[in-house]
């Protein structure tokens, strides 16, 4: 199987700031054609995938209702870290 691909770097020197063609990821290949989230395209021996936009918005929409909950129990692990290294201390 071939390595993961990120193109990020390249896109940006080229000035692709438009979201499309971001990662050649073969093993997303199943699991975000499935729900439309990317189409796919060939081109000689390389596939690229382009993120659909409105799709990528609901999954940041299902995320953003556990962002706040994620945050919160994130803070408090930090807290109490900070209040074990100062006892250690």
Not at 72 to 89: C, F, G, T, V
Request: glycine fraction near 4%; proline fraction near 1%.
């Amino acid at each position: 199987m071939r390595s993961l691909l990120v193109t990020f770097s390249r896109l940006a020197l080229a000035g692709d700031n438009s979201g499309r063609g971001l990662c050649r990821l073969r093993c997303w290949r199943m699991s975000i054609g499935r729900h439309a989230m990317a189409a796919r395209q060939a081109r000689r021996r390389e596939i690229y995938y382009y993120f659909n936009p409105k799709k990528m918005k609901e999954v940041a929409d299902w995320v953003s209702q556990y962002q706040q909950y994620c945050a919160n129990k994130l803070d408090s692990l930090e807290s109490y870290l900070a209040k074990i290294q100062k006892k250690k201390k």
